[in-house]
């Protein structure tokens, strides 16, 4: 008897399963359409780090950016239109998942230049140009969380663009993310626009936290007077989404929310985001069993999404062990790591990393035109 897929059993959970990379190849040989027939894959999301992996570490690009380089198209050029491509293939595939939702799942997302992180009107502009371009009602086009970002997330929810919100590392910028997207949802509201098929979700970087949290608590663990460090180690982010996700269902039973919803507007989701496991002391599947939750999203490496549904064990556990959730950040603090100093950083570092691969990427393009004697 075939075992049932626990993939699939998110599914009837509320949990939505998106797969956190993007490359040519799989968008030809079939594989993404699989799995959205097999494991109940709904959506997928990139980032320029996935880009800068697709292209340069496979030859599936490699004609294409031959034919461009010869037509004159430069490095920054090449890139978008490889990545429009890609994006508009996958939510092609994804098209059918997106009308059986009723606009729920069935998202692509390709996030704005990392360059502008720190520039509202430009991030604006760029996410505008390329909500156009795409031209797919299931795409979601990526903003970053900073503080610039706000702004940008509230007037490109305003013009009735879908928006993924990545970056996000901390409680109060998750707060400050959710009164952004009802912001813009009340102003188009008030234009008398439809909010209806608007979609948005906000995502939580989980791994990174615990990555940077635990290196701090080993160098006080040096210290045998601070005993206490070891078994907090790997509990800081799996306590951050619980706490965020407690703010999820306060906000969204809230009658200021309740009135937006009577007009047919749809929730912003969280979305679980770096979800591969860093530390090989830890599960393979550690920040997906304690946050399965209704009304949520997974996004899966190809290793995390095939661990899971080996092994997985899917039950609705989010909302356990709250009180060890809402203790942890104290108890943190008290050895002087505050995960709101924690969020900036990362935050900060999360532009870098995704600068860097950006700017690889480019570079490598650039070459390939050179090679050509373009």
Partial sequence: MKTANPLQKLKTLEQSVWLDYIQRGILDNGEVARMIEDDGLAGITSNPAIFEKAINEHGDYDQAITLLARSGTSASEIYEILAT????????????????????????????????????????AEAKRLWIKLDRPNVMIKVPATRDGLSAITQLITAGINVNVTLLFGITRYQEVVDAFISGLQKRASQNRPIERIASVASFFLSRIDTLVDKQLDKLA??????????????????????????????????????????????????????????????????????????TVNTMTLQTLSAYRDHGQPVERIEQELDTAAAIPKQLGELGIDLEIVSKQLEEEGVQKFIDPYHTLLESLEQKRFSLNV
């Fill in 85 to 124: 491509e890609d994006v508009q293939r996958a939510a092609d595939l994804f098209r059918p998942v997106y009308e059986e939702s009723n606009g729920r799942d069935g998202f692509v997302s390709l996030e704005v230049s990392p360059y502008l992180a720190y520039n509202t009107e430009s991030t604006v």
């Fill in 222 to 295: 040096e210290n045998k007077s601070m005993n206490t460090a070891h078994p907090l180690r790997g509990q800081a982010a799996v306590a951050s989404a619980r706490l965020a996700y407690q703010h999820y269902r306060k906000w969204t039973n809230s009658e200021h929310w309740q009135e937006l919803a009577r007009k047919g507007a749809r929730t912003q989701r969280l979305l679980w985001a770096s979800t591969g496991t860093k530390d090989p002391a830890y599960s393979d599947i550690k920040y997906i069993e304690p946050l399965i939750g209704r009304e």
